[in-house]
Structure formats: structure tokens, C-alpha cells
């Protein structure tokens, strides 16, 4: 069962994705643009003039979904990039990543170490604090003092990065990474997008497959979603599109939470407010997987047992309830693969090749309680590091 976890101790919420510094300079904004909204819902479904002709479509829809969700069940064999090099990848090059101490943030820090001294790269990192926005700036300032070829971070969209900033990276010819950031606008100094906005949209996708499947297009959900990180809306506008496109008698609703409210722990009470309010609603959708901390015992003290929590992104905690059969269907992620698909996207720059074309999405895998195993982590394909240095001529 989950407990509640609202803040990691160095003023944050923790997630499973890098978000970074946007949840600082965001919070700002979100507290007087969205904080009226708060906790607002919307509701979609067929208008019954158009019902009695889209049950043909309903019933088409339902076999698709089907269909696409048994393409998904099955775990990832293959690493997403499959374009070799023109030549075994460069050693010698100075790579730094400017990271936090935020959980999946390590995970990729050290994919990318790991990768970068598999192909003879030299690593280090310089830490900053979120909930500190000049920290960041003066990491960025210190990392390039060190003179490297690449620098990485992870979560921040490049819109928020200074100018001034980007200009010194370019003075100082040092190329800059970013990854599970969006916007990500690249040019000759932000020379990668990793784990970007499609990756999240695929996810999106695959989710609403399992959604209207497993209701038999009877599904009402209800969508958790924190507007204020722009690439989560990746995820949900491909779900409701989908779900749209799938299922014209499904119905979906959202309920938008602030970053003030996320911060203070507020997401599991607003759910079941919003739950109450609607008890038709079979399926909790999640936008992240930490965002669902604490909802197995919050629904269970509403007396909400009934309804089933799916989401992207699954964390530890997530995959504890498939095991559990507390919840229904995740998403897999893995900040493991994130990190050396960005390595993958330094070496092809210091090639002077395009970035691969499917580095900003990585393969996922639809888990329920029949396909997660023993599993506490997610991180396939599981030997996708050799299969990376294979790519690059270092096998």
C-alpha cells in the first residue's frame, strides 16, 4: 500500500520524471494563473444525437484497442535507435552532467557515466538545487570553467535557460544536452532532445488503448493532470484523442492540480473530492507516476475500492500495486535508457551526424498484474547498454 509522500526534504516534490527547474519557476505562475482553476473538471463523451451512429464505430474501436494493447504487453527486446554510426564512436571527449539529487535524475546521471566511460569519455557532475533557481546558473557557469565537450541536464525546457547563458556555451564552444525537456529548441549549441515530448504522447496512447479495451468502451475516467509541466500534456492529449477517436460512448473528465497543491501533498484528497462528486467514474488516470503516491489508501478509506488507477510512468510504488492487484495498468520508464540514448545523441553529434530519429522516445511496455512479474524496477530492454555500444562500434 503507498503512503503519502509530498516532499523529499529540500523543498520539492519529488517525481519520477526529471522535471528539474521548471517546478520552481513555474510555481509562481501556477499559484495565481491556476490556483482559481484549482481543482476543475471537464467532461467529454458521445452527444446522444450522434450516439445511435456511433455504435458501429464503438464496437470497432473497442477490437482495435484490443488489438494494439496486445502489442504492448509484451516486454522490449530492441532499443529504439537502430541508425549505426558512420564510424566507432570518439573517445577522448569531456562530458559533465549538472544534475540534482532527485531519484530518476541519479539514475540518469549514472547511465550517462556509465555509457561515457564505456566509450572512453571522461565524467563528473556539478549538483544545483531546484528550489534555488541561481544554483542552477551557477552550475551551468562552473561546468563550462571546466572546458568540456558536452554538458547535460535534465528537465528543464530550453525556453526557461537564459539567453546569456546559451551565449556562453557557444563563446565557449561547449555543446549542451538536454533530455525530458519541453520545449526543447535545438541548434548548434542544444544539441539534443532526449525523452521528449513524443515519449510521453506514446505513452498517452498505449494507456488509452488499455483504457477503452479492458471497460469494453464502457470506461468513465477520471484524469489527475498538473497543467503546469507542459510536457505532461503530451501524454494527456494523446489519451483523450485517442480515447475519442476509439471510443465515442467512453467519457473522461480531468482534475487539474496546481503546483502549490501538489506541493503540499493535496493531490490524493483532490482526486476523491472529485471522485465523490462523480461516482460513475470507474478508472483514475495518472499523468506521473509519483503523483499517485498515497491514493491506494485514500481510496481505500473513501470506500473507492472499485475503481481502477492507471497511469505512465510507473515508480517503485506503482509497480507494488500491480503486484498487489491494488492497481490496474502502468506504463513502463526508465531513466536508465533516457541516459544513454543522450549519450548516444553527443557521440552523433561529435560525428557531425543528424541526431537518430527516434531519440526522443523510448520503448515502453503496457504493465498490468499479468505482466509485471517480480519486477520493483522497470529498465528494459535490459541489456540495452550493449546494445548501444554495438550501434557505436564498441561491442
Request: charged letters at 15%; aromatic letters at 8%.
Amino acid at each position: 500500500m503507498r503512503s503519502a509522500r509530498t516532499n523529499d526534504g529540500r523543498g520539492r516534490v519529488p517525481h519520477a520524471r526529471n522535471h528539474g527547474l521548471i517546478a520552481v519557476i513555474a510555481a509562481a505562475v501556477a499559484a495565481v494563473t491556476l490556483a482559481a482553476c484549482g481543482s476543475s473538471a471537464s467532461s467529454t463523451t458521445a452527444s446522444s444525437a450522434t450516439a445511435s451512429s456511433a455504435t458501429g464505430a464503438q464496437g470497432q474501436g473497442v477490437a482495435t484497442a484490443q488489438a494494439k494493447v496486445k502489442d504492448f504487453l509484451a516486454a522490449p527486446a530492441q532499443i529504439n535507435i537502430t541508425i549505426p554510426l558512420k564510424s566507432p564512436a570518439p573517445s577522448g571527449k569531456k562530458v559533465i552532467f549538472v544534475g540534482t539529487s532527485e531519484p530518476s535524475n541519479v539514475l540518469c546521471q549514472k547511465a550517462v557515466q556509465q555509457a561515457a566511460q564505456a566509450i572512453g569519455w571522461s565524467y563528473s557532475e556539478i549538483s544545483y538545487d531546484p528550489a534555488n533557481p541561481a544554483t542552477l546558473e551557477a552550475a551551468f557557469t562552473s561546468a563550462i570553467a571546466k572546458h568540456p565537450d558536452y554538458v547535460v541536464e535534465a528537465g528543464v525546457p530550453t525556453t526557461l535557460i537564459p539567453s546569456s547563458t546559451i551565449a556562453q556555451f557557444k563563446q565557449a564552444g561547449v555543446k549542451l544536452a538536454v533530455t525530458a525537456s519541453y520545449p526543447a529548441t535545438l541548434n548548434s549549441t542544444v544539441i539534443a532532445g532526449t525523452d521528449g515530448y513524443a515519449n510521453d504522447a506514446q505513452m498517452g496512447q498505449d494507456l488509452a488503448y488499455y483504457f477503452v479495451a479492458n471497460s469494453d468502451g464502457k470506461g468513465d475516467a477520471l484524469i489527475e493532470h498538473v497543467p503546469a509541466y507542459s510536457i505532461l500534456d503530451a501524454f494527456t492529449n494523446a489519451f483523450t484523442s485517442t480515447v475519442k477517436s476509439l471510443c465515442p460512448g467512453c467519457k473522461y473528465q480531468f482534475v487539474n492540480v496546481t503546483l502549490p497543491q501538489l506541493a503540499a501533498g493535496q493531490t490524493s484528497s483532490l482526486v476523491v473530492s472529485a471522485l465523490r462528486r462523480n461516482p460513475a467514474v470507474n478508472y483514475l488516470v495518472f499523468d506521473d507516476g509519483d503523483f499517485a503516491d498515497g491514493i491506494t489508501s485514500a481510496l481505500s478509506a473513501a470506500g473507492l475500492t472499485s475503481v481502477k488507477v492507471i497511469g505512465q510512468a510507473a515508480d517503485t510504488e506503482g509497480l507494488a500495486g500491480l503486484r498487489a492487484g491494488t492497481e490496474a495498468a502502468w506504463t513502463g520508464y526508465s531513466p536508465t535508457y533516457e541516459g544513454y540514448a543522450t549519450v548516444d545523441a553527443m557521440i552523433r553529434n561529435a560525428e557531425g551526424i543528424p541526431n537518430a530519429p527516434n531519440e526522443a522516445v523510448q520503448p515502453t511496455q503496457l504493465l498490468t498484474s499479468s505482466t509485471v512479474g517480480s519486477a520493483t524496477t522497470w529498465n528494459l530492454p535490459s541489456d540495452a547498454l550493449a546494445q548501444f555500444l554495438k550501434l557505436w562500434g564498441r561491442s
